[in-house]
């Protein structure tokens, strides 16, 4: 592991926190009737991505938007199922 991954892991988190900010100010979700989709699997995307590609870089981005999004709700979380009121 090199400085530069190190960096796109630290560029990951902030742009989970900037993704988070923006969500909540402008309640921008992905959500269906059942289900909200979380903005961490913008991250395992860009992982898959990146393994397919071979781009560490990606890789690294991918996997701080979900060390980001972890840290914040302190759970590992995708998909939610929407529970009824």
Same mark, same amino acid.
């Given at each position: 592991?090199?400085?530069e991954t190190i960096l796109w892991v630290l560029f990951g988190v902030l742009?989970?926190?900037?993704?988070?900010?923006i969500g909540n +100010? +402008? +309640?921008l979700r992905l &959500?269906? +009737?059942?289900?909200?989709?979380?903005h961490s699997v913008y991250g #395992? #995307? #860009?992982m898959v #991505?990146?393994?397919i590609f071979f781009q560490e870089s990606l890789i690294a981005f991918g996997f701080g938007i979900v060390v980001g999004h972890t840290a914040r709700l302190k759970k590992l979380i995708f998909?939610? &199922?929407?529970r009824k009121r």
């Open positions: 592991m090199n400085y742009a989970d926190f900037i993704f988070a900010f +100010k +402008k +309640k &959500k269906t +009737k059942r289900f909200m989709i979380h #395992l #995307l #860009l #991505l990146g393994l998909i939610e &199922k929407i």
